[in-house]
């Protein structure tokens, strides 16, 4: 299956600072990606999608202002959370989307740890 | 609008245990289904998929059949192993671009 790879694996932060998560898609060019967001024990959230080359679609309720996603190449979105505060501490994971067949197959990313002190 | 609805966690069995974990869904048309798996500290994995009905998919011991008449997919496994200690995801596809709705999620605990 395709590979999708996510840095930092992990990052801790002081309240009010922006972070920036890379997700990678190492073997294929993504038109397309999903931002996730996953609270601990709980199932995953859609955040947004990102497409190469416009704007990414927010998911009702996300904040577009706070996350800030680009999606400038094939291979590569980055999700921003800006003036992040301790409730955005959480589970990130992006995916992309493999078109084929009768269905769209998403590979995931192995999720970046935000932790906002 | 869609839904996939998992039996509650924990489930607690014994190494070489039988594992069935329930899902159901509601859906518009006629979804793809996916199980995903979730290791600890790790991303999701696929593990298995149906996208259509009386599809039966299986991988590394694990099976769930695409039943369109009881919107099921349920996921068994014979024999479980310590290693398969995670979090099963149980998901559907309906749209095109990709979007999936996912279960809330069942973690499995299997003890030596």
């Known amino acids: ?117 | 609008g869609n839904s996939v609805t998992q039996m509650e966690g924990p489930v607690t069995l014994s190494e070489e245990a039988f594992l069935t974990i329930n899902c159901t869904y509601t859906a518009t048309g006629y979804p793809s289904l996916f199980w995903y798996v979730q290791y600890p500290g790790e991303g999701l994995q696929l593990l298995l998929k149906a996208t259509k009905a009386d599809d039966k998919g299986s991988n590394k011991g694990f099976e769930a059949t695409y039943r369109k008449e009881t919107t099921s997919f349920h996921l068994e496994k014979g024999s479980v192993q310590v290693s398969d200690s995670a979090v099963y995801f149980c998901a559907l596809q309906t749209d095109s671009w990709g979007k999936f709705q996912f279960g809330a999620g069942t973690q499995v605990v299997v003890t030596p």
């Open chain 1, 1 to 117: 299956g395709a590979v999708v790879s996510q840095h930092p694996s992990w990052v801790i932060c002081k309240s009010g600072t922006s972070v920036k998560i890379e997700c990678r898609s190492l073997d294929f060019q993504a038109t397309t990606m999903f931002w996730y967001r996953q609270f601990p024990k709980q199932s995953l959230m859609l955040m947004a999608t990102s497409n190469e080359g416009s704007k990414a679609t927010y998911e009702q309720g996300v904040e577009k202002d706070k996350f800030l996603i680009n999606h400038a190449s094939l291979t590569l979105s980055t999700l921003t959370v800006t003036s992040a505060h301790p409730e955005d501490s959480s589970f990130y994971i992006c995916s992309e989307i493999f078109m084929g067949g009768s269905y769209n197959e998403q590979f995931f990313g192995p999720g970046t740890r935000l932790t906002v002190l």
